[in-house]
């Protein structure tokens, strides 16, 4: 059983490095809003972010469950404070597509947090894998080499990698997810721009706050009590998505994407 779950997290591993074909520098994808979202339909665990518009800084972070398709959704314990990225709200790319004319699109280094439908891809963190055994989803340790790739120039653009295992790195900006406060002790990938557009936005996490709660440069942060106790209830069997809106725009698209109904802020 041991050498089986070594094999899953070395195919995970391989998965999250593995250059993509599908990056192209002169790529530019329209702007599109997909007015439905299939894998909603077939989602039983969904963590939704909201804020009151597009500029604010504080998030409410719910986690909603289901038995199944057609099922009622129920929220599981109270909204928690977040923060997002320090601008806001910006159109990410996702399930969703990617966004609608007359609000902002998220860019590389716009310190804005992607709006819309994403996949999780993978939880990460400094514990050894022998130590999360609690964990109903994939998980990538974070090492001295382990780096978030952000010049959209790489072939590993959008990705964390181990720089120990490349060869020939071929980037000229990154961060090392061991020296940043703390912040990514424990955290979850977020699948945005997972098919590398360069310059879309890369490396969005769910990930702890630090001292500042002024805002980060563009993931979704919150305590370590409260992504805690998210983690510990991931479970892949559940296809779990998040959702990252406005309120308004989550308001206006609820009844097209069948997203359940939630407090109010």
């Known amino acids: 059983m041991r050498r089986l779950a070594e ?71 109270n909204p928690v404070p977040g923060v997002i990225g320090r601008r806001g709200f910006a159109w990410g790319v996702g399930l969703h597509g990617t966004g609608e004319t007359g609000a902002p699109r998220k860019k590389e280094g716009d310190q804005r947090s992607p709006a819309g439908v ?54 000229s900006s990154s961060e090392s997810m061991l020296r940043v406060g703390g912040r990514y002790r424990f955290g979850v990938m977020i699948e945005h721009n997972w098919s590398k557009i360069p310059g879309f936005g890369s490396c969005i996490f769910l990930h702890v706050w630090g001292h500042e709660r002024g805002g980060t440069a563009g993931c979704t942060a919150m305590s370590s009590a409260a992504l805690m106790h998210l983690l510990y209830r991931l479970d892949t069997e559940k296809n779990p998505l998040i959702v990252q809106l406005p309120l308004p725009e989550y308001d206006r698209l609820k009844q097209a994407w069948d997203l359940p109904v939630i407090s109010p802020q």
């Open 7 to 77: 094999l899953v997290l070395t195919v995970y591993w391989l998965r999250m490095i593995e250059p993509s074909a599908a990056a192209d520098l002169h790529s530019d994808p329209p702007l599109a809003l997909r007015y439905s979202v299939p894998q909603i339909l077939t989602c039983r665990q969904l963590i939704v972010v909201t804020t009151k518009d597009w500029n604010d800084v504080n998030a409410s972070v719910r986690v909603l469950e289901r038995a199944g398709t057609g099922h009622p959704w129920r929220e599981v314990g």
């Open 118 to 171: 994403f996949r999780l891809y993978a939880v990460f963190g400094m514990a050894s894998p022998d130590r999360i055994g609690f964990l109903r989803f994939p998980y990538v340790q974070v090492t001295s080499t382990t780096q978030a790739i952000d010049d959209p120039h790489s072939r590993y653009y959008n990705r964390i990698v181990d720089r120990a295992a490349i060869k020939h790195p071929d980037w």
